[in-house]
């Protein structure tokens, strides 16, 4: 899945406030008691380069992506894993997305 949400903020302020709020961006945005461990979590230049366990209930599941930022605009990969199957990407996207617009206000 693919977000891409634009701004207008410098790179720097973006970077970190994507990697300050980083844990909440996910497990917020789900709407769900999911509990978010994250496995890595490193920048690479203007990417951010992720992978997280999430867990709802008995499921466990790999969360892995990029964020890459640039001038002007956040673009979010995802393979949100079985969660896809709970949760249509239509609205992880939408609720991923505002959590990105959140932070970026």
């Known amino acids: 899945m693919r977000i891409t949400v634009s701004h207008e903020r410098t790179k720097a302020e973006v970077i970190q406030a994507i990697d300050s709020s980083f844990h909440d961006l996910f497990s917020k945005a789900a709407q769900l008691p999911v509990t978010i461990n994250v496995q890595q979590r ?10 997280l366990t999430a867990r709802y209930g008995l499921l ?11 001038d002007h605009d956040v673009t979010l990969d995802v393979d949100l894993g079985i969660f896809n199957r709970f949760i249509s990407e239509q609205k992880a996207r939408e609720a991923i997305g505002d959590r990105v ?3 970026l206000r």
């Open 60 to 70: 466990s599941t790999p969360i892995r992506g990029t964020v890459a930022v640039t």
């Open 42 to 51: 490193t920048w690479q230049g203007d990417t951010l380069v992720f992978a």
């Open 101 to 103: 617009k959140g932070l």
